[in-house]
């Protein structure tokens, strides 16, 4: 372990990551309320655009807890692969496949429920 | 046999030896392919809820309608409020955690102690609001009736907002009492009553002419769930099977029981991790106070449990996502 000179303190870097993460998380509860029609009710890509904004800050503000609070920004490069391509791989292709296979069944249940009475 | 042996240990034995694979000690190494295989399985829960929410797309109960509590402000329709302030005391908790450890790297003892106490204190104040949150979706907030097949039926007033029960249900007298074991069969328990009975209900309904229903489906073009009008309406009433106020693992007066398991199941998890989380901090915090990792010469531990306390924060931010906003 190196000692306490070597170290400077990274508080200012901490401050500015909290600020980042409260902003996307405001901006996040501000859309979550109003939820802009423009963005709601319409369609891109099998979803609304609102729900991909989201999926997009959430990444982003996984980013920077993983990078800056856990400090892998400053792990060797193959531990920080050895992680985080192992999660990003083996989570995309479960995903991927539970919702295709959700969305399929939806097609097939979907006209088959019976909603009148 | 000695060749096979690693005699080299320099005392460092228990932290894996001076070999260190990817350039990380022994534990923080581990630590962090606890956190891939831990990330593996949230995924694997929030995956499962992903495909039952494609699967149900069009009936799903819409998150915006269940959490709508805020404390101090009853009656008031407060959605994402309490949540957002949730996240931010897990963020900020995050920070403080963060701030330890940076302590820790200056061998800044009193620092680190205070920022721990401060941790500590933010993971209890989560867990208290996590309670409070599943106190409230466990009581529900407008009541509603399920229908032989399961489905839900929810009152809305004239204006399209939903109604209490107990706005329009009958007040008539009932005889039917909770069962108790101290008052019938001792072996036999029974689920606490609704508060109206199912005749109340649907007597109330007929008396009110300007309510009317909502079924679980939801329009496509507007997202918000349809409304059948009153002429309608008795013939699924006529269905019905049992009144619901709140949910459970069984029935939920929201929707789908499935969106109610899921979510005591997922956040529920999560939840047990903020626990664990809070009590290896607290263990931590006194091995700080009497001072264990001075003599040791560097604060690792803490960077240690600083990482599992980031990754529940990183946890709760897509459960977050995928609960409350998606």
């Known amino acids: 372990m190196a000692n306490a000179q070597e170290h400077k303190s990274h508080t200012g870097l901490i401050w500015k990551v909290f600020g980042i993460l409260s902003l996307i998380t405001i901006a996040e509860v501000i859309l979550g309320i109003i939820k802009p029609d423009a963005l709601y009710l319409t369609k891109i890509l099998g979803t609304s655009p609102l729900n991909i904004i989201f999926l997009v800050m959430t990444i982003v503000k996984a980013y920077y807890i993983t990078?800056?609070?856990?400090?892998?920004?400053?792990?060797k490069k193959s531990l920080r692969r050895a992680v985080v391509w192992t999660a990003v791989f083996l989570i995309i292709y479960l995903a991927a496949l539970l919702l295709i296979e959700g969305s399929y069944i939806n097609d097939v249940l979907g006209p088959l429920t019976k909603w009148s009475y | 046999m000695e060749a096979n042996i690693a005699t080299e240990t320099n005392g460092e034995t228990w932290g894996g030896g001076n070999k260190k694979p990817l350039g990380a000690s022994y534990g923080k190494m581990m630590m962090w392919f606890f956190i891939l295989s831990d990330a593996l399985t949230f995924s694997g829960f929030l995956g499962a809820y992903g495909f039952m929410?494609?699967?149900?797309n069009e009936s799903w109960p819409i998150a915006d309608e269940v959490f709508t509590h805020f404390p101090f402000l009853h009656g008031v329709h407060a959605p994402m409020y309490y949540v957002a302030l949730m996240t931010f005391i897990l963020i900020f908790s995050s920070?403080?955690?963060?701030?330890?450890?940076?302590?820790g790297h200056q061998l800044n003892k009193k620092k680190v102690t205070f920022y721990m106490l401060l941790t500590i204190i933010g993971g209890i104040i989560f867990l208290g609001s996590q309670a409070w949150e599943w106190k409230n979706f466990i009581g529900g907030s407008y009541g509603a009736v399920q229908l032989n097949d399961g489905k839900i039926v929810q009152f809305v007033d004239a204006t399209g907002h939903q109604i209490e029960l107990e706005k329009f249900a009958a007040t008539s007298h009932s005889e039917r009492v909770q069962h108790t074991r101290d008052k019938g069969l001792w072996f036999v328990k029974e689920a606490s009553l609704p508060p109206f009975s199912l005749d109340q209900v649907i007597e109330g309904f007929e008396s009110n002419p300007e309510i009317t229903i909502r079924i679980e489906k939801i329009n496509q073009e507007t997202k918000t769930k349809i409304i059948i009008p009153r002429a309608e309406a008795m013939a699924y009433l006529n269905e019905a099977k049992a009144v619901v106020k709140g949910a459970n693992l069984q029935v939920n007066e929201y929707g789908k029981p499935l969106f109610a398991d899921f979510f005591f199941f997922i956040t529920g998890f999560h939840g047990f991790h903020v626990l664990s989380g809070v009590i290896i901090n607290i263990i931590i915090f006194f091995n700080v106070i009497i001072g264990t990792y001075e003599r040791r010469g560097h604060y690792e531990m803490v960077e240690k449990v600083g990482l599992y306390w980031h990754f529940v924060d990183l946890v709760w931010v897509f459960v977050f996502t995928f609960f409350y906003l998606v």
């Open chain 2, 95 to 103: 920070v403080t955690m963060v701030l330890a450890v940076d302590a």
């Open chain 2, 53 to 56: 929410r494609f699967k149900f």
């Open chain 1, 67 to 75: 990078w800056f609070f856990m400090h892998m920004a400053d792990e």
